[in-house]
């Protein structure tokens, strides 16, 4: 087994065209916690400071949008009484009250057919109460090696891990998903099983996300319109 200081040194090798050529943040996930050295020495060490903070979770605001990293890994995100939450909730406040378009990210997603189907709901319910109480249409994840979309109360919920460890069956737990809450497959309304990136382009108002594979090929393609103030 590698030393973790050795995976994140091959990381950023990998990374280098990207980081010199554009913004760059990041959600702490799983894998910041593979040692137990890893999250304390490494993600800590580089990356604390992010959006002005120097708690596990910040924002960013880039041109019309404000995009709020959370912390599904290490802080109480699922407490809505709790002090990530109380904080992502005036930030999506003030990020409305700016004319800013809000996007919620965080590592482990909420909606899943694959194994990674989450069988309590709090994280989901707390998330999903920020959303609908500031207007967020698009929550981003990863996690899930592969593609899904769910559309919830007019909210896009988008998973993306396919940056290039191995894909998985995005249908394994679709029977026990079903079981606990007949009817939520029906709420995925795209999968694929292949390595991607997503590309999110804002023209005033309008966001417009497209998901295209490793082949070229477009994956999945949709546009909403950001309830906001005038900017």
């Known amino acids: 087994q ?3 200081a050795d ?11 990207l980081l010199r050529s554009a913004p760059f943040h990041v ?3 799983n894998h910041e916690f593979d ?5 304390t020495e490494l993600f800590d060490r580089l990356f604390s400071g992010q959006g002005g903070t120097t708690e596990r ?22 407490d809505m009484e709790g002090e990530q939450v109380a904080w992502a909730d005036a930030q999506l406040a003030a990020a409305v009250e700016q004319g800013l378009i809000p996007i919620i990210s965080f590592h482990r997603p909420t909606y899943s057919l694959s194994k990674h189907w989450r069988s309590e709901t709090t994280l ?12 967020v ?6 996690h899930v090696h592969g593609y899904e979309r769910f559309v919830v109360d007019d909210i896009h919920y988008v998973t993306d891990g396919g940056g290039g460890a191995l894909t998985y069956d995005l249908e394994e737990k679709r029977d026990e998903v079903e079981a606990a809450r007949p009817g939520e497959s029906d709420l995925r309304v795209v999968a694929e099983r292949t390595h991607g990136c997503i590309e999110i382009v804002v023209d ?28």
Not at 57 to 78: F, K, N
Not at 137 to 142: D, F, N, R
Request: proline fraction near 4%; aromatic fraction near 8%.
């Open 7 to 17: 995976t994140w040194n091959s990381f950023f090798a990998l990374m280098q065209p």
């Open 204 to 231: 005033g108002n309008s966001v417009l996300l497209t998901r295209t594979n490793v082949d070229g090929e477009t994956t999945d393609s949709f546009s909403f319109t950001a309830a906001v103030a005038d900017r």
């Open 137 to 142: 249409k698009l929550v981003l994840c990863g």
């Open 57 to 78: 979770w910040h924002a960013c605001t880039y041109g019309p949008v404000h995009i709020l990293m959370l912390d599904s890994e290490s802080g109480d995100l699922s």
């Open 124 to 135: 989901r319910e707390s998330v999903h109460s920020l959303a609908t109480r500031h207007g």
């Open 27 to 29: 959600c702490i996930g």
């Open 2 to 4: 590698s030393n973790p």
């Open 35 to 39: 040692a137990p050295e890893e999250a």
